[in-house]
């Protein structure tokens, strides 16, 4: 009976560290990334960014990958508790995007609002608020929440 509780247990772990890796490539990769490209144009470069209508687009569908990735974490959070490895693994490797979108995409919105009106966001935004309140220190949320509206 343990023998075969250690092995679900590790198998649990591997299909969470999958999980979590999957989460970051979908982050990383294919048409999230495409999306993350014609965001950081509009961010570093706004006169080039032309297409606003694409970066609306863009837009949610990068708010739509975070919300994935909340969903996921909850996941794992729930089989394994928020403390297990493969939830400091996915916490680790999506910090950083986490940290800058929260720092860009107040201004992306306002950029895309003045184009093109209002950004109907607030149901978008829920996972990444979530994931945001979970991925950044409390120094990081402070500064974001202090620069941002999301």
Excluded at 78 to 93: A, N, T, W
Excluded at 103 to 109: A, E, S, Y
Aim: hydrophobic share 40%; aromatic share 8%.
């Amino acid at each position: 009976m343990a023998l075969s509780f250690a092995a679900y247990r590790n198998q649990r772990r591997r299909t969470s560290l999958e999980l979590a890796r999957s989460l970051h490539a979908d982050l990383t990769s294919g048409h999230v990334q495409a999306a993350r490209d014609v965001l950081g144009t509009l961010v570093r470069y706004r006169e080039q960014a032309s297409d606003l209508v694409a970066a609306r687009s863009a837009y949610f569908t990068l708010l739509w990958c975070f919300e994935r990735i909340w969903a996921g974490r909850e996941v794992i959070v729930r089989d394994e508790g928020e403390k297990s490895p493969s939830c400091r693994f996915l916490d680790e490797m999506i910090h950083w995007h986490v940290r800058n979108w929260a720092r860009d995409l107040p201004m992306i919105k306002e950029v895309i609002q003045e184009a093109l009106g209002t950004v109907h966001d607030e149901d978008a935004l829920h996972g990444f608020r979530q994931l945001r309140n979970k991925v950044l220190t409390g120094e990081e949320l402070t500064e974001v929440r202090l620069s941002s509206q999301l």
